[in-house]
């Protein structure tokens, strides 16, 4: 296995919400006890609804939010503790973001020259007089050609699919080792996908940049992902190898997920899925127990009393689940 | 699935890149004009507006080859002329030149108007903005200093200011005004950079590494230009008014051509029931036109930025929702 | 109150077409003045009575237009400018302002792309679903929010929920509340632009699974419009594929999903990674959608089209003919050069 670009230990984050008249505070557990590793040249998938806390995720680890707790080691410095411009700046130069929605990550004032520029100049990755030639190096990297006549352009002179690439091209000027990607696809057309998803690879391949995919779609996680991740409610569910997971899922969960997503071939009559009633927000301090309980077709007494531990119930393979991947010590400690 | 094959047998080649994108439309020079400029340039009722206003700055900038000031102030005894030839707009009881009035009276107004504007509009800028992005401490401390200025009443604040000065010129009215103003547009600055700056593009700016100070002025504020250029508006016609109405109250410099010092003068020579009712109408007219011209500007550009004002026009952004 | 039509079986094979009810005939609309854009370019499509119609395309192709033509509620500067829509065989351009504001609503209902915004947030669900049926038919306001309940019930929401107001409903609730009022006035037929786009993948299904089983209990059909085919194939009877303002290819959804004969088509096809079975590269489709205010000689599709190269045998025509719509086998329709071998 390649070497770790980015290892997460007990993530967690805590939102404050109104307190009532005499209350104490109350936190949304928006993140709890996160822990997974990105690796060199692969890409992992954080897969989970809205709400479920996976963007979350990716925004604590660009530091755009401040974890609660935890740690995100990088290298062998704990960057969950930078708290100066300086520190987060420099790391910000390995680590990097893609945006969801490319209809507004870039700035409707600004040419896409300006864009890829900043970046390079804040960093100070090229000289001065060789900016040009790299901004039109990375149009190019990202397929946008002629680059010259791209760097003119102002976003709103180009495509979904097109303005997305130059938010890639931006992130990449830094020369990262981190990508994290934030539902890059969804906000685009189904046809235009592809592209984005093939030049993650690409550039997974070519630079081995350790990848964050974060996305509710199952299909576009097994075709780009080495590892899979699944959220729900703040916590991850699951966690695996992708082909592993998606065959043989041990979360209900991830079964439901799976059992949700249309495929063409079977009919919606042919696999009709019952849901129970339920959300996979973070939830406004949850109590103990399995947060899926109450949607969980294979609920048993104990699961809402005691929040099941990730267990690695198949090689490389962990879920929390009392059933399907039971922990032999779970009792002692419960009692 | 084994129809689909001969899609995926596609050249790499063709497959890959994008569609080549075409050259922007070339531009002769390096300046451009924003696009909500270009629209509100487009609008009729920002360009009836602009119109009105050019053409009062065109009648101030021209006023001393038109009249002399002194026929605006000085006695004569040419008075209670009604309007003619030599006396355009006719003259009041002391002979004053009404139409020198109203000339010299729009240099005054219009200078009072952009010098207000000017020094509330850096402010709200500075303050406003930068309060509403930053946040934090930072914000709740200058969101009090603007909720102090918020409330100061402006007219009284400039009574009590031109008797404690012992000066009415035109500059202490100017800055008098801007400081009661500023906290007013700066609300509205503050409340439009908090829609920003949770806008996707301000973040990535922010991983990208940018400073506090480029996001703000670099990133943040060439999307709020149209507002700012409403809000500077705004207090330029606030501004002229509430100085004619100072003047008509008394409170003005007496001795210099203002609108408002013709109706003041006006009113306490008791024109109107002598019949004289160009010593009222002209001064009047300006002020009404002037304001006219201004609101009819704001409105303009109201309805740019705001699309759902638009009607006919909104084609292009119709087109792209017509997926 | 709505009467149920007896679930004609519950296989897609089973489905049987009826007779029209709504029909699109060489249907053109464009947009703007100066810079003319058709947005529809002579399209033909029939909905017949309870059948589910999707219509697919990629964002700007036109198929948003094609439900707002439908709707009639196509405001300038976009117009109709050839061809009509038909009700019942009757041109709903001859008819009168009021009788169109029947046809909207009771014959022809819709369910909008930002759905879930559509409600309005600071009156309660209840006020939205009584203002609404007043304004169709006289109808007290007691009876109407009983109605309303009812229609809560029928799509799986507790009718005590009729008291809440939109912020206190998940997305999917909001949801459900439009498609339930969409149906109160028991329409022929219920348009739906792509009202599933903003949900996530398991509130996507209940609901789709909640439409399926309401159009089988009440018997309407639908025009599903969304750029999401691997949907349309699990969910529709039929399927048209639209491209550029016009549609490239129809036919059953089974047929579809076997047989695509438009490039184009396959090449949607393609843009779905497989959940099952073994992985491979995608191409996806190269470029993006033309403009339609110029769009391209010939074929509309032949600047993105593998199968279209210079040198190659059809490369004239390609480029300079428009391929008409053409029937290649039992209900389904091409518009390529190259299908079904007739070239």
């Not at chain 2, 250029?229 to 109250?249: K, N």
């Not at chain 3, 699974?209 to 018997?219: H, N, P, T």
Request: aromatic content about 6%; charged content about 20%.
């Amino acid at each position: 296995m390649s070497e770790a670009a980015l290892e997460v230990r007990g993530l967690s984050k805590r939102f404050p919400v109104s307190t009532g008249v005499r209350g104490r505070r109350r936190y949304v557990h928006a993140v709890d006890d996160v822990s997974f590793t990105l690796r060199r040249g692969r890409v992992t998938a954080l897969v989970g609804e809205s709400g479920s806390g996976k963007s979350t995720v990716a925004r604590l680890l660009v530091r755009l939010y401040a974890p609660t707790s935890g740690t995100i080691l990088f290298g062998d410095r704990d960057v969950a503790r930078d708290r100066s411009r300086r520190d987060i700046v420099r790391y910000r130069s390995q680590v990097q973001m893609i945006f969801q929605d490319p209809f507004g990550s870039l700035n409707p004032a600004k040419t896409i020259r300006h864009h890829v520029e900043r970046p390079l100049r804040i960093h100070e990755v090229v000289r001065p007089a060789e900016t040009d030639n790299r901004v039109h190096e990375l149009l190019r990297t990202v397929g946008l050609v002629p680059p010259e006549h791209v760097a003119a352009k102002y976003p709103h002179q180009l495509s979904g699919g097109q303005r997305q690439r130059v938010a890639i091209a931006r992130t990449l000027a830094v020369e990262p080792t981190v990508l994290l990607a934030d539902e890059p696809t969804s906000m685009l057309d189904v046809s235009i996908r592809i592209g984005i998803l093939n030049l993650m690879l690409k550039l997974k391949e070519e630079r081995r940049i350790a990848f964050l995919y974060v996305t509710h779609d199952l299909a576009s996680a097994r075709y780009v992902a080495d590892d899979i991740l699944v959220m729900y409610a703040g916590q991850l569910v699951e966690q695996g190898p992708v082909e592993q997971v998606l065959a043989n899922p041990l979360h209900p969960y991830t079964q439901l997920l799976l059992s949700a997503v249309p495929d063409p071939g079977t009919g919606l009559a042919a696999k009709r899925v019952e849901v129970q009633k339920g959300h996979a927000s973070a939830a406004v301090d949850p109590p103990e127990g399995c947060r899926f309980v109450a949607r969980c077709p294979l609920a048993i007494d104990v699961c809402s009393r005691v929040t099941p531990p990730l267990v690695e119930a198949a090689p490389g393979q962990s879920a929390r689940c009392h059933v399907n991947a039971p922990a032999p010590a779970v009792f002692a400690t419960a009692s | 699935m084994a129809q689909i094959q001969p899609t995926l047998d596609v050249p790499e080649a063709i497959a890959e890149p994008l569609a080549p994108i075409e050259p922007a439309v070339a531009r002769k020079s390096r300046f451009r004009i924003p696009g909500w400029l270009r629209l509100t340039l487009r609008n009729p009722k920002a360009r009836l507006g602009l119109a009105i206003v050019l053409g009062m700055v065109l009648l101030g900038l021209l006023a001393p080859l038109l009249i002399d000031a002194s026929k605006a102030t000085e006695f004569s005894f040419d008075s209670r002329q009604a309007p003619s030839l030599n006396h355009l707009f006719g003259t009041t009881d002391q002979g004053q030149d009404v139409f020198a009035q109203v000339v010299w009276g729009a240099r005054r107004s219009l200078a009072l108007g952009l010098l207000a504007g000017v020094i509330a509009t850096a402010l709200a800028v500075v303050l406003g903005v930068f309060a509403g992005y930053v946040g934090g401490v930072v914000d709740d401390l200058l969101n009090l200093v603007t909720s102090v200025f918020f409330v100061i009443p402006t007219i009284p604040l400039l009574v009590d200011v031109t008797a404690f000065l012992h000066t009415r010129g035109m500059l202490t009215m100017a800055l008098v005004i801007a400081c009661t103003l500023w906290a007013f547009e700066a609300r509205i600055l503050r409340a439009q950079a908090l829609t920003l700056k949770n806008r996707d593009f301000i973040q990535a700016a922010k991983v990208a590494g940018e400073s506090t100070r480029r996001i703000v002025f670099g990133e943040l504020m060439p999307n709020m230009i149209s507002r700012i250029a409403a809000a500077f508006v705004l207090v330029f016609y606030i501004a002229i008014l509430v100085d004619a109405g100072l003047e008509f109250l008394g409170l003005g410099q007496m001795d210099k051509p203002s609108w408002g010092v013709a109706l003041y003068w006006a009113t306490v020579n008791s024109s109107m029931l002598q019949g004289e009712w160009w010593s009222f109408l002209f001064p009047g007219l300006a002020i009404g036109i002037t304001v006219l011209g201004l609101t009819l500007v704001l409105a303009g550009i109201d309805e740019v930025s705001n699309p759902r004002l638009r009607t006919e026009r909104g084609e292009r952004r119709f087109l792209r929702r017509a997926a | 109150m709505i009467a149920a039509v007896e679930p004609e079986g519950t296989g897609l094979a089973d489905w049987a077409p009826g007779e029209a009810i709504v029909e699109l005939r060489k249907l053109v609309v464009d947009y703007g003045v100066e810079r003319r854009t058709r947005a529809v370019d002579g399209i033909d499509l029939t909905i017949r009575v309870g059948e589910i119609v999707g219509l697919a395309g990629e964002s700007g192709c036109g198929k948003t237009t094609v439900g707002n033509a439908i709707m009639q509620i196509l405001r300038p500067p976009a117009r109709i400018t050839g061809g009509g829509v038909f009700f019942r065989g009757e041109d709903l351009a001859q008819r009168s302002r009021a009788r169109l504001r029947r046809y909207r609503w009771q014959n022809v209902s819709m369910v909008f792309q930002s759905a879930m915004n559509a409600l309005n947030p600071v009156t309660r669900v209840s006020e939205q679903f009584v203002d609404m049926m007043r304004a169709h038919e006289r109808i007290s306001r007691r009876d109407a929010e009983d109605r309303a309940g009812d229609l809560l019930e029928l799509v799986g929401i507790d009718r005590r929920r009729i008291r809440a107001f939109p912020h206190e409903l998940s997305g999917g609730m909001r949801q459900r509340v439009i498609i339930a009022m969409a149906l109160a006035l028991e329409p022929e037929v219920v348009i739906m632009d792509e009202p599933t786009t903003a949900l996530d993948v398991v509130v996507q299904r209940e609901i789709l699974q909640q439409v399926q089983d309401l159009q089988r209990k009440l018997g309407f059909a639908v025009l599903f419009i969304t750029h999401d085919l691997s949907l349309l194939i699990e969910f529709a009877h039929r399927i048209a594929i639209m491209y550029a303002g016009e549609i490239v290819e129809s036919a059953p959804a089974a047929t579809l999903h076997s047989n695509p004969q438009h490039p184009y088509t396959r090449g949607l096809m393609a843009s779905f990674p497989p959940l099952t079975g073994p992985m491979e590269r995608l191409v996806g489709i190269p470029g993006s959608p033309p403009d339609l205010a110029d769009p391209p000689a010939g074929c509309r599709f032949h600047p993105r089209c593998p199968l279209c190269v210079p040198g190659g045998d059809a490369y004239l025509r390609q480029t300079t003919e428009r391929p008409p719509l053409r029937r290649v086998e039992a209900g389904h329709d091409v518009a390529c050069h190259l299908a079904g071998g007739a070239a």
